[in-house]
């Protein structure tokens, strides 16, 4: 029913996370009422963003200047505690509660209970080298990790996995409580759910 160009960047728009068709319609014809200047900026930092944004060698932050260690992870007053979390928006959320004083590790992802391939696309094999030998990414010793994923039935399975893993190591495997609603994710719960989902984690 659309032209080729629009149908193409509906098809782009759909592969972002949460967007429908609708909303991907939105967005392509947003764009073709733009003013060209628009576009050509738009264009530009798009271009920027994969070129200049690093990422953290320990959680895997994002980084806009290239360096070995994010903000977090070079604060040496940091407890030796390691929240592992699917995606950097999470990190942000439990951040913003100034609570949480220990280390991040991002996965990148998470593992849906039906497809294996999906353990290939987390950061498992980075996360096992991190508690290994944190001190070589310049990070004290983890003394306690919490498995920090959404409570989904993908970030649940995801937990399992993540238990299976780190059930080698010498380390208190602690998960967040569950004050957190069933069925949502951490970038979108209040802060105060989110502290009392890290006081009451066992």
């Keep these: 029913m659309y032209p080729k160009p629009i149908k193409n960047l509906i098809d782009i728009f759909l592969r972002f996370p949460t967007v429908g068709r609708k909303t991907a319609t939105r967005f392509a014809f947003h764009l073709l009422n733009t003013d060209s200047s628009e576009i050509d900026r738009l ?10 944004v690093h ?13 070995d260690l994010c903000s977090i992870c070079d604060d040496k007053s ?21 609570q949480y004083k220990g280390y991040y590790f991002i996965l990148g992802g998470n593992v849906s209970p039906l497809r294996k391939k999906d353990l290939k696309k987390v950061r498992a094999k980075d996360l096992k080298r991190r ?8 990070v004290k010793e983890i003394k306690e990790v919490i498995i920090a994923t959404n409570p989904t039935t993908e970030g649940e399975a995801t937990g399992l996995f993540l238990k299976r ?6 380390l208190k495997i602690t998960k967040l409580a569950k004050g957190l609603p069933v069925g949502g994710e951490l970038e979108y719960a209040d802060e105060d759910t989110l502290t009392s989902a890290l006081k009451g984690r066992k």
């Design 131 to 138: 508690i290994e030998a944190p001190e070589s990414f310049g």
């Design 78 to 98: 940091r407890e030796p505690i390691l929240a592992i979390v699917e995606r950097e928006t999470d990190l942000i959320s439990l951040e913003k509660t100034n």
């Design 165 to 170: 893993v780190l059930d080698k190591f010498d």
């Design 55 to 67: 990422t953290c060698q320990f959680c895997y932050r994002s980084l806009e200047k290239e360096r």
């Design 43 to 52: 264009i530009k930092e798009l271009k920027q963003l994969k070129s200049s």
